[in-house]
């Protein structure tokens, strides 16, 4: 597809479990990024990938929280041990590295919801 | 690092009211500066941004935003808003050549027929 797919888009798993977050970006971009939305707090900053680089993890908030971009394309965030607090929209994003504007192109998120 | 503030977080207009959203961010060196918009059920998307040159940026459907350097503001501004501005709106700032961006927490706009 043209934008930025996000699966699952809704999920729902009870407190403890581990879920996993898929983003497939758009070709050609080789810049990704991963932010959590909560209600009231705007977008907060997790991981972000650029190239073969490594990935700048300042933003991850626990150990629990890993993400990985196998090939330079796909990437999947990883949240261990869920706990409420991790509820959340979970938003992929991705850029062109040749562009420095910084422009960002969202997909639809993935909802989260810890029980 | 920088960061990024947005007041007013719930603002109810009726329709052809003016709107200004307004947008501080902490960092002294070159930025680049953008206002996203969500619209209900939508993902994010770009509505404007500014790099460098007129300071006064026009972006989709109307909006437009003013950089002032000495304010370290970018505020968002749309003369007569429709109802289908309803939305939420993001300010983001990055460092210049720093493709991370910080967003603000958002305003949330509601305009009544």
């Known amino acids: 597809g043209a934008g930025v797919s996000q699966s699952p888009s809704n999920k729902v798993t009870e407190k403890g479990k581990d879920v996993e977050l898929r983003c497939d970006p758009i070709?050609?971009?080789?810049?990704l990024y991963w932010y959590r939305q909560s209600l009231g707090q705007g977008l907060e900053f997790l991981i972000y990938?650029?190239?073969?680089?490594?990935?700048?993890k300042s933003g991850l908030p626990s150990d629990r929280f890993s993400a990985e971009r196998t090939g330079g394309s796909v990437s999947t965030l990883t949240i261990q041990r869920t706990q409420q607090e991790d509820s959340a929209v979970y938003l992929c994003a991705s850029s062109s590295r040749t562009s420095h504007t910084g422009e960002l192109f969202f997909g639809e998120g993935s909802r989260l919801t810890v029980l | 690092a920088q960061s990024v503030s947005q007041h007013n977080h719930h603002v109810i207009l009726s329709e052809a009211a003016s709107l200004e959203l307004g947008c501080n961010y902490s960092y002294g060196g070159t930025v680049n500066l953008f206002w996203y918009v969500q619209y209900p059920g939508q993902h994010l998307q770009l509505l404007l941004k500014?790099?460098?040159?007129?300071?006064l940026v026009k972006g989709i459907k109307g909006f437009e935003a003013e950089f002032i350097k000495s304010k370290f503001s970018f505020n968002l501004r749309k003369p007569s808003v429709q109802w289908s501005d309803t939305a939420e709106y993001f300010c983001?700032?990055?460092?210049?050549?720093?493709?991370?961006?910080?967003f603000g927490k958002g305003n949330q706009v509601v305009v009544i027929p």
């Open positions: 990938f650029q190239g073969n680089s490594a990935p700048d």
């Open positions: 070709s050609g971009h080789t810049a």
């Open positions: 500014y790099f460098s040159g007129d300071p």
């Open positions: 983001a700032v990055n460092a210049e050549g720093n493709n991370r961006l910080a």
